[in-house]
C-alpha cells in the first residue's frame, strides 16, 4: 500500500505541528529548514485555549497547559501603572474552555519535534518549491544542495516573507508594514512580585508575562517607521523609551543582557490570497495569512491551520486527485476565518498606536469605563476565536480530550 509522502518548507510552530499531524495520520513527512537548529530565540508565543485543543489532536494539549503559571489577577494598565482593566485565568476559562497559555517558544518547538520520528526535520536546508503540482504529478521541491524532492503533499510553513507564495501566486501584493516594530525577550524574574500585565502608552505598548520555569517574558512595541535602526542599541532604545514605566518595567530592562533581546517590524496580509492552495501545495500560517500580534493569534491560528489540513489531507490517500479536492476544502475552511482574525487583529492593534494625548486619554477612559461594566469585557475581543475546536474526527484514536474542551 502506497504511503503518501509530505513536504514540509518551514520548521517554525505552525510547520512542526502540520508534520505533527500529518505523521500521526500515517503520511510519510520531511520538514525542511533553512536555519541552523530549531527555534533558538528566546521569545514567548501565547496559546489560547483554541491553540490547546487544536494541540489536542496530537497529544499535546495537556503539556502545553502544564505551563501555565499566571496566576491571581492581570490586566491593562497605563505607563504610571494605574490600571485600565483586570482580568484572571479563571474568567478565560470560564468563556473559553481554559486559561491563555504563554510557553517559551523553544519549550513548545521541543515538544512538536519529538512527536516526529528520527530524521525528519533537516535543518540547514533551504528549499523552493519548483513545482506545486496537479492531479496528474506530484509537487516537487528542490533544496539548496540541488537534490530534488517529489511529494503528494506540499506545505509551505515558510513564513511572512514566503517564496512559496510568490511561486504560486505571482505578483500578488506582500504583507504591508502594521506601522510598529516590537522587541522581544526572556528575562529573570524580578525581585518583587508583579502582576501579568499589559501596558499602553502613546504609540508604544509593553507586556510582562510569568513563563512556568520562573523566567519571564517580555515583549514591547512602538510605532515607527519601517526599517528603523537604533545605533545605541536595542536595549538603549528601549531604556529611552520604556525605562521610566511602572514596575517591573526598569527591573526586567536592567536584567537582560542586550545581545539577549529580538526585534522585528510586524508586517501583516495586506490582501488575501486567491486561495490557500495551488494543486498539491498549500500556504499555511504567516505565509498564508500574516497578521499583528494584538490579540496573540498568529501562532495559534498556524496550529489551527495545521491540523484542519491533516484532517482533510487524511482522506486523500496520497492520490492527485483527493489531494487537490483536500486542499480546497482546507482553503474553504480556514481562509475566511484567517482573515477575520487578521482584520480584527489589525483592528486592536489601531488602539495601542495611537500616539495623540488626546487619543489615548479617550481611549484609556472608554476601557476603564468599559471595566466597570464587567471584567470579562475585556475578553470579548477573542469571542468567535479562542472558543473555536477542531473537527470532531481530527482527534486520533487513543487521544484525550481535555476536560476543558468544550463538547
Not at 160 to 173: D, K, T
Amino acid at each position: 500500500m502506497h504511503q503518501p509522502r509530505a513536504v514540509v518548507v518551514g520548521a517554525g510552530i505552525g510547520g512542526l505541528t502540520a508534520a505533527g499531524a500529518l505523521h500521526r495520520r500515517g503520511w510519510r513527512v520531511t520538514v525542511l529548514e533553512r536555519a541552523a537548529e530549531l527555534e533558538p530565540v528566546g521569545a514567548g508565543i501565547a496559546l489560547a485555549p483554541n491553540a490547546q485543543r487544536a494541540l489536542d489532536v496530537i497529544g499535546l494539549g495537556d503539556a502545553v497547559r502544564a505551563m501555565s503559571a499566571w496566576q491571581g489577577e492581570g490586566g491593562l494598565r497605563t505607563p504610571s501603572g494605574r490600571w485600565l482593566s483586570r482580568t484572571t485565568q479563571d474568567a478565560a476559562a470560564e468563556r473559553f474552555g481554559g486559561p491563555v497559555v504563554v510557553a517559551h517558544r523553544a519549550d513548545l518547538v521541543t515538544l512538536l519535534a519529538a512527536r516526529l520520528p528520527q530524521g525528519a526535520v533537516r535543518t540547514g536546508t533551504p528549499a523552493r518549491i519548483t513545482d506545486p503540482g496537479t492531479a496528474e504529478r506530484p509537487a516537487t521541491v528542490r533544496t539548496g544542495g540541488g537534490e530534488e524532492l517529489a511529494a503528494d503533499l506540499v506545505v509551505a510553513a515558510d513564513g511572512i516573507h514566503s517564496a512559496a507564495r510568490e511561486v504560486l501566486f505571482p505578483g500578488h501584493p506582500a504583507p504591508r508594514y502594521a506601522g510598529f516594530t516590537a522587541w522581544r525577550f526572556v528575562a529573570p524574574a524580578p525581585g518583587r512580585p508583579f502582576a501579568p500585565h499589559e501596558t499602553w502608552g502613546r504609540g508604544a505598548l509593553w507586556g510582562t508575562v510569568p513563563l512556568h520555569d520562573g523566567r519571564v517574558y517580555v515583549y514591547a512595541t512602538a510605532t515607527v517607521p519601517a526599517g528603523t535602526r537604533f545605533p545605541a542599541g536595542e536595549r538603549a532604545e528601549l531604556l529611552r523609551r520604556f525605562g521610566t514605566w511602572h514596575h517591573p518595567v526598569p527591573e526586567l530592562l536592567a536584567a537582560v543582557p542586550p545581545d539577549a533581546i529580538l526585534r522585528n517590524d510586524v508586517y501583516r496580509t495586506a490582501a488575501a490570497p486567491p486561495a490557500y492552495h495551488l494543486g498539491r501545495t498549500a500556504l499555511l500560517g504567516d505565509a498564508a495569512h500574516a497578521m499583528a500580534p494584538s490579540l496573540g493569534q498568529g501562532g495559534c491560528q498556524a496550529i489551527e491551520d495545521a491540523v484542519v489540513l491533516a484532517h482533510h489531507a487524511a482522506s486523500a490517500d496520497g492520490g492527485g486527485a483527493g489531494t487537490v479536492r483536500a486542499l480546497a476544502a482546507y482553503t474553504r475552511d480556514r481562509l475566511p476565518r484567517t482573515m477575520d482574525v487578521v482584520r480584527r487583529s489589525t483592528r486592536v492593534g489601531r488602539l495601542f498606536t495611537l500616539s495623540s494625548a488626546p487619543a489615548c486619554a479617550l481611549r484609556d477612559a472608554v476601557v476603564t469605563a468599559a471595566n466597570r461594566v464587567g471584567p470579562r469585557l475585556a475578553l470579548r475581543s477573542l469571542d468567535g476565536i479562542a472558543d473555536w475546536r477542531p473537527p470532531r474526527e481530527s482527534y486520533a484514536a487513543g487521544t484525550r480530550r481535555s476536560r476543558t474542551a468544550p463538547e
